[in-house]
Each structure stands twice: as C-alpha cells, then as structure tokens.
C-alpha cells in the first residue's frame, strides 16, 4: 500500500534470446517480487497466445520456450497444468492439431509431459458485473481448473492496436462465439469493454507478456517481428498491458483497451509501480504502430444515411491482393459477416457487409489481404 492506494505491481526483464533456463530465472525472480502465492491452485490452464499455424520465429504466437520455462516452475511446485486455446477460426480438434504442431506447443508438452486440450466443448458462466457481458461461453478445460495464467504475446494489433495479456484471454471463447461477438461488438470502445468484462471474470492468477521477440506493424498476424528483448510480469493484466504500452511508445489516449479501463474505473496509471529494469532503459522510440482503426468527424452532425456512408468511405477497409491468395477458404469460415465468397479460386470480399473487424487480414496465412486507408488519413492519422 502506498497512500492507502493499493499499488499494480509490474515486473519487466530484459532478455534477449529463449534461452530456457534464462526465461525460468528471470520467471522465478518475478513471481519472488511480484509476491505471487500459487497456495490453493492443485491445476492451472496456461492460456498462450496460438492464434493461427505459424512457426515461433514469426512472432505471431508466445514462444514455446517460454511456455516451457513457466511449465517447469510450475511444475516443480506440484502443480497439474494444461495447455489450452481457441485460436482463430473454428474450434476443432483437427484444426487445434495443426496449431499445436506448427506453433510448436506440441513439441514442448511432450517432452515436459504436460496434458496439451483438444476438448472442443464449453460451457456458459454468468458475470453479474459486467458491463456488456452477462453471460460468457469459456471453453470446457477452464471449468476443470483452479486457475488460469495468461501466457500473452507483445504484438501491435489493427483493430485494438496492442494485443497482450488482456486481449490473449478472447481465446477463451470458443471459435464460433468469438466470431459472434466480433458482429455484435462493431464499435470499438464496445469490443474493448467485452475484453474488459472477460478479464474481470476469468480473474487470471498473473499474466506473462512475451516481448523478446515482438511483432510490430500490421500485427497480430502480419507485422513484422521485431527483436524487443523484454519480458513483462504481473497480477494484473491491465498494468502489464500498459507497462508494455510504454516501453513500444503507445500513449494511453491512443491504447483503446487502456482508455476504456480508465473511463471504467479499472485502472490507473499512476496506481502502477515497476519492478525489475528501469523501463526507460527498455523503450524504443520507432516501434511501428498501426494506423487508428477508425475515425468519425461527422457523428450528430449528419443524417444517420450520410454518416454511416461517410464513415464506411473513411473507415480502413481489408483488399484480397489476388496474386497471393490461393482460395484456402480460411478468411470465408471465420468472417463474422459472411461477407467473403470464394469465387475462382480466389476470395471476393462484399464492403457492404464487411463489419470492418479485420478477421480476415488477422488470419489469412499467405498475408493476402492488406487494409487500404482514405489516402487522405495516412499521414494524419497516427
């Protein structure tokens, strides 16, 4: 307590390579300062960050090893663990196969002998207080766990511009009800307010952000990998988040997940005290972030007709660059919007059905798709 203001204590580590027995001294020494007690918690689910088949070194997914350094503490400490995610897409075991082989998570839960889910049923929790959730479909091995550990990956994101600790739980909800929120949730501050409502309920125990090697541009999916060299540690998912927002020079009133929580009463800056390194030892000053993801000038001040046709012009919006897409019908199963076809071979993308969610350009594995912005907001709108 500082004040009478009970502090969000973050832990951030330089640490330049996945070296494993680096990463579980690093872990180690975090949870000592972090003060985090694991008394109660028989079984924990670690939640890593698989969004789609993508090898390590993309930077898309949380690296393996730092899922084994965390599964060896744990595991030392008599802890049951299990390893699970809904990424991206539809929530198969054959599809959950793919990802775990690619990603190599499966690799490591083998040799670490950690039960790895393919358990594709969920169940519904309710959550009085939320503020757009009231009830939430969680995937079943939740239901079977004393706890969960956020195991999140440092990447710019083009509709939330950061993703991170907070944002790594939406994997919780199943494929098909991810899609579902991502129709319901089309405004921005909306979708934010579900993560926030999630977060709250699932409660993680403490959230690990890998940032050795981040991803930065056109993230979550198709940035560029970008050698940050920094791991980042808390009880609360929020701070880390916003720690991290720091370090890549992301100001809060551009963070839309951290504006939300201030606006919410979730959170405070000032309430944050960092441990471990000197953070401005850790910042980079040209770390590249989306464009914002959206903008309207004309809200009230137009006929409802005029504003959303305006808006829809201005708003970002995903192309199919055809010379890259080979018609794998990946961007069709997930779009919450039904607005892609598949048509020669090549995915045709409706704009009047489009919700702008970016599905699409997140999980397309041959990065065929780009976001295109009014030429006029490229420069302005940073």
Request: hydrophobic content about 40%.
């Amino acid at each position: 307590m500082l004040g009478g203001i009970s502090m969000s204590k973050v832990a951030i580590f330089r640490c330049e390579d996945y070296s494993v027995s680096k990463i579980q001294d690093i872990l180690m020494r975090a949870l000592e300062l972090l003060d985090i007690d694991l008394t109660g918690y028989k079984k924990l689910l670690l939640k890593p960050n698989l969004l789609t088949k993508k090898r390590p070194e993309e930077a898309v997914t949380t690296h393996p090893e730092v899922l084994k350094a965390l599964i060896r503490i744990l595991r030392n400490s008599g802890r049951d663990i299990i390893v699970a995610d809904s990424p991206g897409g539809p929530y198969t075991s054959k599809r959950l196969e793919g990802i775990y082989e690619a990603t190599g998570i499966k690799k490591v839960c083998a040799e670490e002998k950690v039960e790895l889910n393919y358990d594709t049923s969920f169940f519904e929790t309710s959550f009085d207080k939320g503020n757009v959730l009231k009830k939430i479909p969680i995937i079943m091995p939740v239901k079977n766990c004393d706890g969960v550990i956020s195991v999140a990956k440092l990447k710019t994101h083009r509709m939330a511009v950061y993703t991170g600790a907070v944002k790594n739980l939406f994997g919780l909800i199943p494929g098909g009800q991810k899609i579902e929120f991502h129709f319901r949730m089309q405004e921005l501050d909306r979708f934010m307010d579900l993560l926030l409502d999630l977060y709250l309920a699932i409660s993680p125990v403490f959230s690990i952000i890998d940032g050795i090697l981040a991803m930065e541009g056109d993230g979550p999916s198709a940035g560029n990998p970008r050698n940050l060299g920094v791991l980042i540690i808390s009880k609360d998912g929020i701070a880390a988040d916003y720690v991290a927002s720091q370090i890549i020079g992301l100001k809060k009133e551009d963070f839309p997940l951290i504006d939300r929580a201030i606006k919410r009463g979730l959170f405070n800056p000032e309430d944050v005290e960092v441990l471990g390194e000197n953070i401005e030892n850790l910042k980079v000053k040209d770390f590249k972030i989306p464009l914002r993801r959206d903008v309207n000038f004309t809200r009230g001040q137009l006929p409802k007709f005029f504003e959303s046709l305006i808006k829809n012009s201005l708003t970002p919006k995903p192309v199919i660059m055809k010379e890259k897409c080979v018609g794998c019908g990946e961007c069709f199963m997930t779009c919450p919007a039904k607005a892609i076809s598949i048509e020669n071979k090549k995915a045709q993308i409706d704009l009047l059905k489009c919700i702008r969610c970016y599905c699409c350009h997140e999980l397309c594995p041959e990065k065929a798709i780009r976001i295109k912005r009014f030429f006029a907001f490229k420069t302005l709108l940073r």
